[in-house]
């Protein structure tokens, strides 16, 4: 099982009535929340692990989960509200309001960590859950509790607006990336944790720490990736683009499940990827985002539909 590990919330999407008038639709949403919905549909063995309320946007998020698959029996419950977030979409590039402050996600604590089964064999982390406290306190912990012991995936996804400490932030994603396997970031991403830094010293430095494999995502470009022994390149898959919400996880779902598919979902097989087979990952979950971008919202595709 892949197990996805952060945030889960209701994103409110832009949209006009008939009548021309603006409104807001609201979708489950969430990055770490969309890599589990992305692996499920993948026809991978996914589950979640983040804090989900008992309120009626917590039962619209299960229930989004579990029409996708993904075991949701990891995850702690509370009578706390679900984070909301409210998207705006400008030049194509989706814009982020989130509404937290005591929500069951961010609340979580290392009281709500369960022991993990041994048929977990990937956790991944990400975005806004990691800058938040008391969760991120709570995610560094449980990945330096299972790090040694199972392949672990790291999505920067940053979201300045939620970052009280940039200082503490870059800190912890220096000792994040120290113990992933895989570690993904955008453009976005690279600009905002430091604009003179280009991407290859960036993967370097993190390749150094621990990481086996660092993923620089570009776009309408397509994505780039560096190991120990390789740097490879993908082109990104022309497309009508609705909006980019959820193609970064869907990039990331993709690129484990891809592995897990090639039997090199494990910590000794990522260490010694050959370049065929990063471009073969890289290459899949391109196509694989290129759906996500072709529809509005976080919407993966399912298998059938990269048949």
């Known amino acids: 099982m892949i197990v996805s590990c952060g945030e889960a919330l209701i994103d409110f999407l832009p949209r006009e009535t008939a009548?021309?008038?603006?409104?807001?639709?609201?979708?489950?949403?969430?990055?770490p929340f969309n890599v589990a919905?992305?692996?499920?549909?993948?026809?991978?063995?996914?589950?979640?692990?983040?804090?989900?309320?008992?309120?009626m946007?917590?039962?619209?998020?299960?229930?989004?989960?579990?029409?996708?698959?993904?075991?949701?029996?990891?995850?702690?419950?509370?009578?706390?509200?679900?984070?909301?977030?409210?998207?705006?979409?400008?030049?194509?590039?989706?814009?982020?309001?989130f509404y937290d402050e005591g929500s069951a996600g961010r609340m979580l604590t290392?009281?709500?960590?369960?022991?993990?089964?041994?048929?977990v064999a990937a956790l991944h982390f990400g975005s806004f859950s990691l800058a938040a406290e008391p969760c991120g306190s709570t995610f560094e912990a449980l990945m330096q509790r299972e790090h040694?012991?199972?392949?672990?995936?790291?999505?920067?996804?940053?979201?300045?607006?939620l970052i009280p400490d940039r200082g503490a932030y870059l800190a912890r994603l220096e000792r994040l990336a120290a113990m992933a396997d895989i570690v993904k970031l955008s453009e976005e991403d690279l600009a905002w944790l430091d604009p003179t830094t280009k991407f290859e010293s960036l993967a370097r430095r993190w390749l150094a720490a621990g990481a086996k494999l660092v993923t620089l995502t570009k776009g309408a470009e397509?994505?780039?990736?560096?190991?120990?022994?390789?740097?490879?390149?993908?082109?990104?898959?022309?497309?009508?683009?609705?909006?980019?919400v959820g193609a970064g996880d869907t990039f990331t779902g993709a690129t484990l499940v891809r592995l897990f598919q090639r039997g090199l979902l494990d910590k000794r097989a990522i260490a010694a990827l050959s370049e065929r087979d990063v471009a073969d990952a890289l290459e899949f979950a391109a196509r694989a985002a290129s759906v996500t971008v072709s529809r509005p919202g976080a919407d993966p595709p399912w298998a059938r539909e990269l048949a």
């Open 19 to 31: 009548g021309g008038a603006p409104v807001f639709d609201p979708r489950p949403g969430g990055s």
């Open 37 to 55: 919905i992305a692996i499920g549909r993948l026809d991978a063995s996914a589950g979640f692990l983040g804090g989900l309320s008992t309120d």
């Open 57 to 97: 946007f917590g039962d619209t998020l299960r229930g989004a989960l579990a029409a996708s698959r993904v075991d949701t029996s990891l995850a702690p419950t509370s009578d706390r509200p679900t984070t909301l977030a409210f998207v705006s979409v400008v030049n194509g590039n989706a814009r982020y309001a």
């Open 110 to 119: 290392g009281a709500d960590l369960p022991a993990l089964p041994a048929s």
């Open 148 to 161: 040694s012991a199972r392949v672990i995936s790291l999505d920067v996804n940053v979201r300045p607006t």
């Open 222 to 244: 397509g994505a780039v990736a560096i190991s120990r022994s390789h740097t490879v390149t993908t082109p990104g898959v022309p497309v009508k683009v609705a909006d980019t």
